[in-house]
T-cell receptor, first 113, second 113 residues
């Protein structure tokens, strides 16, 4: 059974701190890993990673994938209160033409002023 | 602007009733998905479709059905609503390749009493 595990489950920091969120996966026929941010509404897309060692970056957020060790990290530098959200990772895997989607349980990030 | 919408946004129904949740996207995406989100379980895939007349079961499909008669819509039907189906339901769509990011609708909060 495919499995995606995120850690920590929750994290409380102060503005300006740097955080690292982890996502490990055990899936068959891995294709890609995606990160989403969910505030009080629908998840919004952050990054999609398919290749090991290539960092994706968007402003203060960055992410990288390690296909050998089967994990990805999401870094947020100089955190702001607006970064408070649930961060989800999604694995796309499988041998069919579409693939199998498995979400992690999410990391709740709270950033205090 | 292209978008994905869900209706209703909130629904209260009684056990045993049939309920249909609507999902409509204007991106002309071939792939559409239904998820439910519950505390402790994260997002779980219910059904998905990657084209007209195509539907597939996801991780938690029991008690749900979908039909795809056109590109824009993927309604989700609860045949006989149960209290265990109280949840927040998200619809999403993506381009043809399953490797691409999904765009989520705003969600429907369903309460089964």
């Amino acid at each position: 059974e495919d499995k995606v595990v995120q850690s920590p489950l929750s994290l409380v920091v102060h503005e300006g701190d740097t955080v690292t969120l982890n996502c490990s996966y055990e899936v068959t026929n891995f294709r890609s890993l995606l990160w989403y941010k969910q505030e009080k509404k629908a998840p919004t897309f952050l990054f999609m990673l398919t290749s090991s060692g290539i960092e994706k970056k968007s402003g203060r957020l960055s992410s990288i994938l390690d296909k050998k060790e089967l994990f990805s990290i999401l870094n947020i530098t100089a955190t702001q209160t607006g970064d408070s959200a649930v961060y989800l990772c999604l694995s796309n895997a499988g041998g069919t033409s579409y693939g199998k989607l498995t979400f992690g349980q999410g990391t709740i990030l709270t950033v205090h002023p | 602007d292209a978008e994905i919408t869900q209706s209703p946004r909130h629904k209260i129904t009684e056990t045993g009733r049939q309920v249909t949740l609507a999902c409509h996207q204007t991106w002309n995406h071939n792939n559409m998905f239904w998820y439910r989100q519950d505390l402790g379980h994260g997002l779980r895939l219910i059904h998905y479709s990657y084209g007209v007349q195509d539907t597939n079961k996801g991780e938690v499909s029991d008690g749900y059905s979908v039909s795809r008669s056109n590109t824009e819509d993927l309604p989700l039907t609860l045949e006989s609503a149960a209290s265990s189906q109280t949840s927040v339901y998200f619809c999403a769509s993506s381009e043809t390749s399953g490797r691409n990011e999904q765009y989520f609708g705003p969600g429907t909060r369903l309460t089964v009493t």
